[in-house]
Each structure stands twice: as structure tokens, then as C-alpha cells.
């Protein structure tokens, strides 16, 4: 197998599992059986869900010795795995990918081809960047609502949305 075709077939089994990744983490809030999250730690309701079953602070006095074991062992798998997490499954990656290859590529053609990197782009107009930069708010809006959405049940969250006060 030739080097280009390889890069493009590991390319475009990472776009998938970019594409996997994403979709899991935002359903993954929404999960709920009998009113109980699949994980959800909320310091509102002092609770924590985690598989399917409510946890409520005075049941939490073992936590800091969970999470000192979650640290560890994300730091442990970390030393073993860290290329294989940057490049296939780091949400900082996963964004640089849906930023620079699909929106500013492939979507927009204001940077270079993917394959062909010495290329340079057809047309380079300012409102096309425009559009990528809103694009990307819109993104970015998605990515931290999603990241609040485990420590706010989404339906409080949107709750909270319509009614501020």
C-alpha cells in the first residue's frame, strides 16, 4: 500500500470514529431510565447518577477517593495510550478536524487541499471566513452546552435557557 493511499485510508476510518466519538458524547446526557442519568454529577441537586442509580451527598463520603483513583487511572492509561487518545479520540483534536479539514477545506476552500498541501486555495474572500468563524460559534455553543449538560440535567439546562432569572 502506497503512502497516500494509507494516510488516506487511516484519514477516513479517523473521520468515523471522530464522527462516533461526537455522537456518543452528545446523546450520551440525554440517557435517562426512571429519571436517572446514565452519568451526571449535579451540584445543584447535590447528586450524583451514575449507571442508571442516584447517589445524594451524604452517600458521597467515599467520592474524593474516586476521583483520586479516576485521576490515577487517567494518568496510567494516558503513559500507555497517549498517541493512540491524541490522535484518534481527543476532543481538541476531534475540533481542529471539524474546524480546519471540513469547514475551512472542504466546506469553504479557503485552505489548502488536504492532499495536495503546496496548493494554494482558489479564492480567499473575507466573507467566506466570516461564515467559518460563525460556523464555529455555533460549534463552539453546541460543545460547551454539551459539556454543562453533565453537570445540569438538559432539561433543567434548557429550562434555565427560556427563564434566566
Not at 23 to 47: C, E, R, W
Not at 130 to 143: G, M, P, Q, S, V
Amino acid at each position: 500500500m502506497s503512502q497516500s493511499l494509507a494516510s488516506t485510508f487511516y484519514r477516513q476510518k479517523r473521520y468515523i470514529v471522530f464522527g462516533l466519538i461526537s455522537l456518543i458524547a452528545l446523546t450520551l446526557p440525554f440517557i435517562t431510565v426512571n429519571g436517572n442519568h446514565l452519568f451526571l454529577l449535579s451540584f445543584d441537586k447535590k447528586q450524583l447518577h451514575l449507571l442508571f442509580t442516584t447517589f445524594d451527598m451524604q452517600e458521597l463520603y467515599l467520592m474524593p477517593f474516586v476521583l483520586m483513583l479516576f485521576f490515577l487511572t487517567i494518568f496510567f492509561v494516558t503513559t500507555l495510550g497517549g498517541r493512540v487518545w491524541c490522535g484518534w479520540s481527543c476532543p481538541q483534536t476531534i475540533f481542529r478536524v471539524i474546524f480546519r479539514d471540513f469547514i475551512q477545506t472542504k466546506l469553504l476552500g479557503i485552505r489548502r487541499s488536504i492532499q495536495n498541501k503546496q496548493q494554494e486555495p482558489k479564492e480567499n474572500s473575507l466573507l467566506k471566513r466570516i461564515l467559518a468563524i460563525l460556523i464555529w460559534a455555533i460549534l463552539a455553543f453546541i460543545a460547551a452546552s454539551n459539556f454543562l449538560w453533565y453537570f445540569i440535567p438538559p432539561e433543567d439546562f434548557f429550562c434555565l435557557l427560556t427563564r434566566p432569572s
